[in-house]
């Protein structure tokens, strides 16, 4: 399903809801390829588009498409655009047309259901025809009231450049959306850069308005005029392509910018649970990522359950996969690590037995073979933000629940009873006991919330990552290597050391490949780990032990 | 302290009496029931180098506190750099019957690359297997030793090393043979690889290596280098104060033990006949820490007997209940730091103490029962 956002909707030019909603149904029809049947409208066909249709040759077509396509009404919208998809039949003995709605199931134009047994001809089309029905289909959306779909339109016609420049001068000139506008300016250069016979002055004026206005649909028309004989004309066109080649770059910064951030954003997400377990509490937890394995297994068992409501599974999973992960941590704080303080480095021996159980576990009882989770449509959706630059509105929900989850464990940890008693057990265990607070306890619970996050996490992982049982395996050499870069005991540190490592993976990535960047990356951090033993923050004063 | 201890007098026994069974066994016709097929053989020869492998992590661990989470790394390399020799020795006897490994055929290398150079001499890879580890080790723990990386740091950053070296030599471009590593060996110095006779042979060679680097080890620890070595494992800084260069007994002895894990993946690869990436992957060095850990720290014959036993356990479990060996296995790495903080090998002193009354008494390279955090 496409979803699409606007930044800029303008709220006058919607004219009647219905009319609307029809029209959007046929861009969508055309658009995405999705027949459907409409409300069936009973009328009679010209017997001329009539004969065309059913004529066995392909070439016959033309004429057929050339009169729909001057006829402006619904009705011929809808059969070019069955006609396009190849969803037009006819049967050869009662001359009647039919629609294809579904995998073998037809209706006449007025909606009456094919009930013979005998297979109905397909009214075939071919490229060519193809193309000029799309940019008949794209004129009519020109005329649309909806500026979106007149946004849309105009865009698909800077790169055909077809249609008369008279046309087009009388559009421009009955646009009032500005978007669209600019679109069918594009299109009118685009045009005069086609056209043979155009003025030089035309020309000119056209490659100075792709200069101002890069559109990388014109690319191609535009680099023909970079090898025209004519010296002003190819420098012109060339002083185009650079403002084209800027714009591409700037667009691939910005995405790899976002890309980077949507990394960085997963690797703050899992680390910063660590960055409470290990960082404040000196715990080596190797079970880490099989936190975040319950989280994600939450989300999918929530789905199991409800497999109508995708969506409503997720956010459910939110508050399941915390207290789970949070119960699971508390039980193996009182089992297991409460034995092994002051000895951090069996911590790591017993955790990682505890990780190899719960992923065994994982294995046995529910399976070895990754679980399927249902994007709920939302998550799936594109939203662009300028031409050319769309982002997945599934990144953008982590990076958000990524800064949701850290600002509120931030405040968690600085304006709340526990999160006090936890800064004091960590800076002076001895002391903070003598002042009546129960070390203990705050232990557990310090434990668990971390491992809480890390099921927080997994939430948000099983977004974008296979869930399985070694899904959190993946993860916990990344998320020690935040932790430790970011500076130990210091949650800024690690949102920063994150991010940075997203950001350096993404744009390194062009450069040295995928491998290569992370074994750079790697080293890097190894390096500076050995300038800076204690990280990006190091922590300063008192809490600076040793 | 003497370096021909009880503890040292029984280990020689033990692996003595153990290595020349094995032999003699294996010379039994295959009908009978005592009788060790080659594979088995080759088996318990890798175990040995498991063991090697195990015992230079408890030189280490055990008397300097340095937990190295990525020794699988020495091993591999050392693993590499003798797999390259064996490689060469294929020659045209590939799939191909081209000059070069099959890999690079894929590759459409015609030539052995720069890197390969002196890959043919059986003496210098020899060199190499000590000196690739060797290097790296010295390199990386120069930076981390000299700046006080310590702790739990160290471990994650050598943990990040491993990590970044699997990775690198899964790329098929590095040249050495990516995902698949090195395989299907033929011979060594003139000697078909695929016969008992070289199985025994690298078997005893393995049992010598083991004997030795306990040998070394145990030497060096009953040195005043090995005073030195405990004393940083219980109070580097105080050492430090008392005018001790502390980065330089950590470093002689942790370059010391890399090349001990590189001799142990030297010895390995011909035995398995195959070394490939996984040897690099931190989930292998996490096992033989635990092998380590099993056995009890700060022992060196510890580090064999629990190499022994996680490896034995595995094989003997997986085959007979492979579903529940690994909660079984889980549990053992849980149960042995809550329960059993000295491992296997103080149960043994244990038990030695009162059998022999007053004798093995735990001089202070015994492991402390409490560490000191120092991270």
Known sequence: MRFSLSINPRAGAWVSRARLAALLALVFCALAGVARAQAPAASPLAPEVRESLLDPKVNARDRAIALLAEDLSEESARILTFLKNGDLFFDAETRKLYLRVGEKSFVTLSGEEYGGSAPLKKSAVNNRQRQKIQSALNARSLQSPDPQARREASRALIASGEMELETLQALIEAEDDSEARENLRAARAAAVLKDPQAAEGDILSALALFQERPAPEARELIRVKAESPDAREAQAARKALAS?????????????????????????????????????????????GEMAMLGAYAVWFLQELMPDRPLAALLLAIPL????????????????????????????????????????????????????????AFFGGQWRIADGFAVSVGRVSIIVFCLAVFFALVALLRYTRLGLETRAVTQNREIARAMGVKAARVDALTFALGSGVAGLAGVALSLIANVGPNMGQGYIVDSFMVVVFGGVGNLWGSLAGGLVIGLANKFMEPAYGAILAKILIMVGIIFFIQRRPSGLFPPRGRAARG | MRVWDAPTRAFALVLGFFASAVLALSFLPAGNALALGPFTVSVLGKYLCFALLALSIDLAWGYLGILSLGHGAFFALGGYAFGAHLMRQIGDRGVYGSGVPDFMVFLGWEEYPWHWLGTDSFAFSLFMVFCAPGLLAFVFGWTAFRSRVSG??????????????SLAFFLNALGYGGNNGFTDFKTLLGFDLNTAGAGRALFALSAAALLGAYLVARSLVASRLGLAMIAVRD????????????????????????????????????QAGIINPNSF??????????????????????????????????????SYFPNAWLFAFGA??????????????????????????????SGPGAFPEKEALNG
Request: overall charge positive; hydrophobic content about 55%.
């Open chain 2, 235 to 270: 109070n580097e800084t105080r050492l430090r104060f008392v005018g001790y260069r502390v980065e330089r007994v950590k470093l002689f002895v942790f370059t010391l033990s890399a090349m001990m894990a590189g001799l142990a993946g030297a010895l390995y690869v011909p």
């Open chain 1, 244 to 288: 084209l080649e800027a714009r591409a770059q700037r667009l691939a910064f910005f995405e790899t910018l976002f890309f980077g951030l949507s990394l960085g954003s997963v690797l703050v997400l899992i680390a910063i649970g660590l960055a409470i377990t290990f960082g404040v509490m000196g715990v080596i937890n190797m079970a880490h």
């Open chain 2, 152 to 165: 739990v740091y160290f471990s994650i950053i050598s943990q990040a090393l491993t990590y970044a070296l």
């Open chain 2, 332 to 361: 053992l790495f849980i149960a042995v730091p809550v329960a059993l903080p000295s491992g296997v090998a103080g149960l043994i002193e244990k038990g030695a103490r009162r059998l022999f009354p007053g004798r093995a008494a």
């Open chain 1, 321 to 376: 996969a915390f207290v789970g992960a949070g119960l699971v941590g508390a039980l193996i704080e009182r089992g297991v690590i409460r034995f092994l303080y002051q000895r951090p480095l069996e911590t790591l021996l017993a955790t990682f037995g505890i990780s190899l159980i719960l992923r065994q576990a994982a294995l046995l009882f529910i399976s070895a073979n990754n679980r399927p989770i249902v994007t709920p």
């Open chain 2, 281 to 318: 992957a931190p989930l292998f060095s996490i096992e033989m820490v635990i092998c380590v850990a099993l056995g009890g720290r700060g022992r060196l014959y510890g580090a064999v007997i629990g190499a022994f036993l996680v490896n034995a356990a595995r094989s003997g479990l997986s």
